[in-house]
C-alpha cells in the first residue's frame, strides 16, 4: 500500500520545492530571463553529469524518444518559463493578476492531452475531487476570490502569455509521462537539460543577450548553483521518479499543493496575513489532495495502461 503512495508524495515533494523557487529567484531578478534558464540548465547539467556519465552512452533512444526530449524542452524548458515571466512583466509582477489566474488552467491542459496521447482513464470520485482541489487552489491565491483585471494595457497581452505558458507546462506533463514509459527518470532529466541549454544558447545569442551571461555576480551565480540542487534540476528528478509511478491526471492536480505551499513561505517569510476564505480554502486543497492521493492505490493494483 505505501508503495502506490510513493507517486503522490515524490510530486508533492517537487511541489514544495518550486514552491521555495520564487523565493530564491528574487536574487535573480537584474538578470534576463532567458539568461538564468539558460545558466541554471547549465550548472544543473554539470552537477548531473558524474553521477549519470556511464550510463549516457549506454542509453539508447527511438527517434520518437529523441523527439519527446526536444518538443519537452522546448515547451516546459524553454517557453514555458519565458511566457509566465513575460507576463509577470507586463502587469508588473502582480500576485494575484489574471496571469495566476490563467496559470491555473494548467492542469486541464495535462488532462487533456493525458486523455489524447496516453488515452488516461479516470478513476471513479477523481472528477470531484479534482474540481474541488481547482476551486480551492483559486481561493488560496486570490483572497475573497479577487482577481486584479486592471493592471494596464498590457494585460490582454499578459493573458495571451500566460495561457501559453500553462499550455507549455500542462502538455509538457504528458510528453514527459510517455518519455518516462521508456526511459529512466534520471536519464530523462539529464537530457532534458541537456537539450534546453543546447535550445536556449542560440536563441540567448540571436536576441542580444549574449553579454548577459557574464552579467550575474559571483553571488547570483552562487543562487543559481543553489536553484540547481533544490528547486531545479533536483526538483526535477524528484518529480519525474514520482511521474513515473503516477498517471498525469492525478498528479498535475497533486502539483496545485504549489499555490497553497507558496502562500504559507509568503505569510512566515514576509508578514502574509490570510483571510479566512484563504484558510478554508487551504483545508479543503490539502483534503482534496488527499482524496486524489488515495486513488493512486486504486490505480496501482489495477495496472493502469499509462505503467
Known amino acids: 500500500m505505501l508503495k502506490n503512495y510513493t507517486g503522490p508524495i ?13 523565493v530564491i529567484r528574487r536574487n535573480l531578478y537584474t538578470l534576463p530571463p532567458i539568461t538564468i534558464i539558460f545558466l541554471e540548465h547549465l550548472i544543473g547539467l554539470v552537477i548531473l553529469a558524474p553521477f549519470i556519465f556511464k550510463y549516457i552512452f549506454k542509453t539508447r533512444f527511438t527517434k520518437r524518444e ?11 524548458g524553454l517557453l514555458g518559463t519565458i511566457w509566465f515571466t513575460t507576463a509577470l512583466l ?3 509582477f502582480i500576485s494575484f493578476s489574471v496571469v495566476f489566474l490563467l496559470q491555473k488552467l494548467q492542469p486541464i491542459f495535462a488532462i487533456t492531452t493525458a486523455r489524447i496521447f496516453l488515452k488516461e482513464k479516470f478513476e471513479k470520485g477523481y472528477i470531484l475531487w479534482a474540481l474541488l482541489a481547482f476551486v480551492s487552489a483559486y481561493f488560496v491565491t486570490f483572497p475573497n476570490g479577487a482577481v486584479n483585471l486592471e493592471t494596464g494595457e498590457g ?17 509538457s506533463t504528458t510528453f514527459s509521462k510517455m ?3 521508456k526511459v529512466e527518470a534520471k536519464m530523462s532529466t539529464f537530457f532534458r537539460f541537456l537539450f534546453t541549454v543546447i535550445i536556449t544558447l542560440p536563441v540567448l545569442l ?4 549574449g553579454e548577459s551571461l557574464m552579467a550575474p555576480t559571483l553571488a547570483q551565480f552562487g543562487y543559481l548553483a543553489l536553484i540547481a540542487i ?11 521518479k514520482g511521474l513515473e509511478k503516477t498517471p498525469v491526471h492525478i498528479s498535475t492536480i497533486l502539483e496545485l499543493t504549489f499555490p497553497f505551499i507558496a502562500i504559507l513561505i509568503d505569510m512566515k517569510l514576509y508578514g502574509t496575513v490570510l483571510v479566512p476564505m484563504q484558510w478554508i480554502a487551504a483545508l479543503a ?14 490505480y496501482g493494483e489495477a495496472s493502469a495502461i499509462t505503467e
Request: charged share 5%; no cysteine.
Open 10 to 22: 515524490l510530486i508533492i515533494i517537487a511541489a514544495l520545492l518550486w514552491a521555495l523557487d520564487g
Open 66 to 76: 529523441w523527439w519527446l526530449l526536444v518538443l519537452i524542452s522546448v515547451l516546459s
Open 90 to 92: 507586463k502587469v508588473h
Open 155 to 171: 494585460t490582454i497581452i499578459a493573458a495571451l502569455y500566460a495561457l501559453g505558458a500553462a499550455f507549455a507546462w500542462g502538455s
Open 179 to 181: 518519455l518516462l514509459g
Open 206 to 209: 540571436l536576441f542580444g543577450y
Open 230 to 240: 533544490s528547486t531545479g534540476m533536483v526538483a526535477l528528478l524528484i518529480y519525474y
Open 285 to 298: 486543497l490539502v483534503f482534496s489532495i488527499y482524496q486524489i492521493a488515495r486513488l493512486r492505490q486504486s
